[in-house]
């Protein structure tokens, strides 16, 4: 590949149309957000104001339930107030003229447009690409359909900033490139490393598995070669660029005084999921997702792992698969989770001793196996991404609509079904357990049969993830890391911001613009998935009524504004309530 070659996805026609759908996203989000205050100029028109007044963007868009903006692309326009002259339409511009606005400082503001800039040059990408229909999306394998995402995260306006990757290391690990990968290994001195598995799990039996006999023999002759015993260090998966860009050079120590020996490549083909620093094995499907430490910030965090916290991650899993297993009503719904079920970590002494807990030094050395969902799947079924069910074709066809039509089960009796297998587990694990997770659309696997109906569904990304909000609840001590203190009146909003506003606003919205579905039908058949829950609990009766999930409001939780605030570490995973940004109120849909 030449040096132009990289680049030329970035042409004008491309830069101008990813422009647009940002001003779109921007508009939409930052409006239902309440940092801008759009004025209705009739006829489905809206206006919104720079800073200064100078500049006006004017759009159409149609208003849904929870203060929904869905923004006509095709519309924006930019002009000069003075005297309307019509102004070159710049996501960059945008953000300049409404710095005030959006809350951006001088220091936030230049990362925060190389993040859009990052994002902008992504869309461009994938607008360079052939496109796939929705209805052939319909069709296609897990990782086709995984790959082929061009949205990320819906809320968030700067969602694949990725900062760090070059654009040739874009090509190369950026999932959308679909590029396979081969993990770098490294062995790490057993007096700094450390290893931590579930229950029925040993370490040589799991590299075994992982990396074969050849790769093994391969790597204990590398250190023998060097005169290092292979028993006084552990094996770590390290992602690629995290070797060239951070390792090498930041943990140049480690490597001089052999605590760190590269050992070179494994044998197996990878591809990097949504998250960037997952990957899915596509040599062999049935091993384990490899979760690495990616010093790379994207939307809202250094992406890296910390060995600290990789400790208690295998007994967090096996206490939640345990949970999932012995209880009746998520085996009815059929849900799985995906175990971690074991990490890897290393701890560089030098640099804790000059951090606190969050520093991104301390989170550069660290992985860990997931299970894969490949070898629970049962005849006739297949596997999606929830976060596909909110993806757009060109044409502005969505997967849901596709694999509705697909189904043939009609568009209420297809959502109900996904309701049982998605809902209706977060509202017994809050309900029963006051467990919770992080269910936005990248986290859950959907299992469809061959006619495209959701059957079950399985969660991931666990011991990150999940939280225990009630601070009187009895939990082994390997796993009360995960017991939050949350602000009683705050709980439900892991239901109502993660699930109503973050993914069924979307979807809801989808739906109904593609005539399946109108609004009051969509959130009926919710607020009835969640009647029919309640109906089968009676015993918790009283759970209910404190935490009304029927409630006429709910507070309106702001993703875009924690990472405008501070891009770097939105939030403390130790204190997730602790920064929200809440702004007013929304209207319950199933009130």
């Known amino acids: 590949m030449t040096l132009s070659d990289a680049v030329a996805h970035l042409t004008p026609e491309h830069w101008e149309e990813a422009g647009r759908l940002l001003l779109r996203k921007a508009l939409a989000e930052f409006s239902h957000e309440r940092l801008l205050a759009p004025t209705a100029l009739g006829g489905g028109r809206y206006e919104v104001r720079s800073d200064d007044g100078r500049t006006a963007y004017r759009f159409r868009a149609r208003l ?11 519309s924006i326009t930019r002009l000069r107030t003075a ?4 102004l070159p339409l710049s996501a960059l511009d945008f953000l300049t003229e409404l710095r005030g606005s959006l809350g951006l400082t001088d220091e936030i503001l230049p990362v925060y447009l190389e993040e859009i800039s990052s994002t902008l040059s992504s869309t461009c990408y994938k607008l360079s690409k052939p496109d796939t229909t929705a209805a052939e999306l319909a069709r ?11 949205e990320g995260h819906p809320c968030f306006v700067a969602n694949n900033g990725r900062l760090g990757f070059g654009v040739h290391e874009y090509l190369s690990y950026a999932p959308e490139t679909a590029s396979p990968v081969r993990l770098v290994w490294v062995a790490a001195h057993r007096e700094r490393a450390a290893f931590w598995a579930g229950t029925g799990v040993g370490y040589e039996a799991l590299l075994r598995a992982e990396l074969g006999e050849a790769a093994l023999i391969r790597f204990a002759a590398a250190l023998r070669g060097q005169g290092l015993d292979p028993d006084d260090y552990l094996l770590i998966p390290v992602h690629p660029w995290q070797w060239w860009n951070k390792l090498s050079v930041t943990f140049a120590a480690e490597t001089a ?33 490899v979760k690495t430490a990616l010093s790379v910030l994207n939307m809202g965090f250094m992406r890296g792992l910390s060995a600290a916290y990789m400790a208690a991650t295998p007994a967090i899993n096996d206490w939640l698969a345990e949970l999932v297993d012995g209880d009746e009503v998520l085996r009815a719904t059929g849900l799985t989770v995906l175990r971690e079920r074991a990490a890897v970590g290393y701890r560089n002494l030098e640099y804790e001793a000059a951090t606190d807990r969050h520093s991104p030094y301390r989170r550069m050395l660290a992985a860990l196996w997931r299970e894969s969902p490949v070898p629970g799947l049962r005849d006739g079924e297949r596997l999606a991404t929830m976060a596909s069910l909110l993806h757009t074709d060109r044409t502005g066809a969505s997967l849901a609509a596709a694999l509705i039509e697909r189904s043939g089960t009609g568009p209420t009796e297809w959502l109900r079904r996904y309701l049982r297998a998605y809902l209706v587990p977060l509202l017994h694990c809050f309900y029963a357990y006051g467990l919770v997770f992080m269910p936005h659309g990248e986290n859950v696997i959907l299992v469809l049969d061959e006619a495209g109906t959701v059957g079950r569904a399985v969660f991931k990304d666990i011991a990150e993830e999940i939280a225990v909000l009630d601070p009187d609840a009895e939990l082994p001590p390997q796993v009360a890391r995960i017991q939050v203190d949350v602000p009683a009146d705050l709980r439900l909003l892991s239901l109502f911001t993660d699930v109503f ?9 989808h739906l109904v613009t593609e005539g399946l579905l109108d609004e009051d039908a969509f959130w009926g058949t919710v607020a009835d998935c969640v009647r029919d829950y309640q109906r089968s609990r009676p015993e918790l009766a009283g759970h209910f009524r404190r935490y009304d999930i029927f409630a006429p409001e709910f507070p309106l939780s702001c993703l875009n504004r924690l990472q405008l605030r501070d891009n770097r570490q939105m939030v403390d995973l130790a204190d997730p309530s602790g920064a929200l940004q809440l702004v007013g109120t929304l209207k319950n849909p199933i009130a």
């Open 64 to 74: 849904f339930a929870l203060d929904h903006w869905a923004v006509d692309a095709a």
């Open 140 to 150: 296609a394998d897990f990782q086709a359909i995984e790959t082929g995402m061009t």
């Open 501 to 509: 506003d973050c993914f069924f606003r979307f979807l809801s919205a």
């Open 257 to 289: 005084t052999r605590r760190l020996v590269c050992l070179g490549e494994g044998d197996d083909s990878y591809l990097a999921q949504q998250s960037v620093r997952t990957f899915f094995n596509t040599s062999d499907p049935a091993k384990h997702y």
């Open 83 to 86: 005297d309307h002259a019509p």
